[in-house]
């Protein structure tokens, strides 16, 4: 029997959007002020949106339970799957010492902190989002930036306020490329739009991540080089979106930004060398390392050192390739239609512009999957470093065990995710947004960092209201690409406070069972950054000259 979603069962919207709220506010409230651990938080999440689900929204109850299964399964893969193997290979650089070969030889590139989080978490961040997303880029830049010191609010909060600029493009373009063929946008169009509003974020993100760790001073104290890197990844992110396409945005503009700032070091050094590790203002209640004189490693062991990092740098992009992954999909990926679940179950208007049944398909594309890559790196990586086959079980045996809570948070949050998708809650909260007339380009650019905040995937996002924004675009008389673009330009800001992101910062820094400090942190820069999009947003629907940046 098909059941069709119900946006406003109490007949006000006020009254539906509460409720539909709710399992979202128990666990941010749970997270961030009862202190609550992550894995009891997202629990105490999924239970209240399976009550409110079933009894407010009036979903089938077998729906609902089905529905939090296919998203617990999400979890374990994709998700789960990238966080535990990224993990490993962590360990294994660690184990054998050739992480802190690599530590000193990013210190002799720049023994300033502030220097190493624009080289790491912005410009070598970006290059895995770009290649892989899906955590990867916070997991890996968060592991590195924990290894060269930084205290690990500083390492998990900046790693997830870099990880927003690139997030648009992320896996080869995959959120745009989604967006064009679910809700029937011209891709290039949808890539140029998105071209001409998150070039101005590139430039602006890497001061705000210098500013929210060091401090107005600290950031001018180093404005060539932030601009050197904001520009040179801002240029090649507007070119390659509006004139290539989406897949390698940003790719080639990371490692534009890497080069250039890398180049632009061997002429420029500040003139006061930055050690503090700490955020400014959280020296006390959460001390990183000062930083200690890095040595000098002879060539061939900074090789070595580096050389696993590279092999996941190579396995990470192959693994992104269209043609990879069909071919490995063509080996194996079996298809699990959910039964008395997939294409029983109804969106209706004015979310499309007809009742649309919703899939509920798993696909255990374990080869193809991000995570097998990391993990066939991993792998590599660790017969390079000397290691045996039998050591090499043995340290992912105490992988699993350390990020055993992590993957059971992913795997609720995930669920909790999924269920308020097929149950139309996070629909109901969209169209809140939509009710707000001329305001609409600000609250619409809203809604897209409502959707990634609450599905943890700018993808997801774009598939969850990408309908929506053409919808109401044409209602106001605005350019349904323009919302379109806003939908994926605001969701990135939402990656930051997104549970499975804060999840993986807190794994991939072994700050276990600080989640919510971690979300505390970065909230304020998440909306802030979000109502500054809007605000574009708002100047491209309204105000030339930036309308004449809008496509049609």
């Not at 602006?204 to 050197?228: D, E």
Request: glycine fraction near 10%; hydrophobic fraction near 55%.
């Amino acid at each position: 029997m098909v059941w069709q979603q119900i946006y406003d069962p109490f007949g006000s919207m006020v009254v539906s959007t509460a409720l539909a709220a709710i399992p979202v506010v128990v666990m941010l409230v749970g997270l961030g002020f009862l202190h609550l651990k992550a894995h009891v938080a997202a629990g105490a999440g999924l239970v209240s949106a399976i009550v409110i689900a079933i009894v407010a929204f009036g979903m089938p109850s077998e729906m609902a339970g089905k529905a939090a299964l296919l998203g617990g399964l999400t979890g374990l893969l994709p998700i789960g799957w990238i966080v535990l193997n990224i993990i490993f290979l962590h360990q294994l650089t660690e184990q054998n010492g050739s992480f802190k070969i690599l530590q000193d030889s990013i210190a002799g590139i720049t023994e300033d902190r502030r220097l190493q989080l624009l080289l790491i978490a912005f410009a070598f961040g970006a290059f895995f989002e770009g290649a892989a997303g899906f955590g990867t880029p916070v997991a890996v830049t968060a592991a590195i930036l924990i290894g060269l010191g930084f205290s690990p609010l500083a390492a998990s909060g900046l790693s997830l306020i870099a990880n927003t600029a690139p997030v648009a493009y992320g896996a080869l373009g995959t959120p745009i490329i989604t967006l064009a063929k679910v809700h029937n946008y011209d891709v290039m169009a949808i890539s140029a739009m998105v071209g001409r509003q998150l070039p101005f974020f590139s430039l602006m993100v890497p001061f705000w991540l210098i500013w929210a760790f060091a401090g107005r001073r600290g950031m001018m104290g180093i404005w060539p080089a932030i601009l050197v890197t904001g520009v040179s990844f801002a240029i090649p992110q507007y070119l390659v979106s509006n004139f290539f396409g989406p897949e390698l945005v940003d790719v080639i503009a990371a490692l534009v930004s890497m080069t250039c700032l890398v180049l632009f070091l061997k002429v420029w050094q500040p003139k006061q060398i930055w050690t503090k590790t700490s955020l400014r203002g959280h020296e006390d209640s959460d001390p990183g390392q000062e930083a200690s004189k890095p040595v000098k490693h002879p060539t061939a062991d900074v090789v070595r050192a580096w050389t696993p990092w590279v092999i996941l740098t190579v396995f990470v992009f192959i693994w992104g390739l269209p043609p990879v992954k069909d071919f490995l999909n063509g080996l194996y990926a079996p298809k699990f239609p959910i039964d008395g679940l997939h294409q029983l179950i109804e969106k209706m208007p004015p979310v499309v512009t007809k009742p649309t049944k919703e899939g509920a398909v798993y696909i255990f594309n374990l080869l193809s999957a991000t995570g097998t890559g990391i993990f066939v790196a991993a792998l590599v990586g660790g017969l390079v470093m000397k290691y045996n086959p039998f050591q090499l079980i043995a340290s992912y045996g105490r992988t699993l065990w350390l990020v055993k809570f992590s993957l059971l948070t992913i795997v609720l949050m995930l669920a909790l995710g999924t269920l308020t998708r097929y149950s139309g809650l996070d629909t109901t909260l969209g169209l809140a947004f939509a009710q707000t007339g001329v305001l609409y380009p600000f609250f619409g650019t809203l809604m897209g960092w409502l959707g990634v905040a609450l599905t943890g995937s700018d993808t997801a996002s774009n598939v969850l209201f990408g309908g929506m924004q053409k919808v109401a675009a044409d209602q106001i008389g605005v350019s349904p690409n323009l919302m379109g673009a806003a939908n994926s330009s605001g969701g990135v800001m939402g990656k930051m406070i997104d549970a499975q992101s804060i999840v993986v910062a807190s794994t991939a820094t072994r700050w276990f069972h600080h989640e919510g400090d971690i979300l505390r942190y970065v909230f304020f820069h998440s909306i802030a950054l979000a109502c500054l999009v809007g605000i574009l947003v708002t100047l491209q629907a309204y105000v030339p000259p930036f309308t004449h940046m809008v496509i049609h």
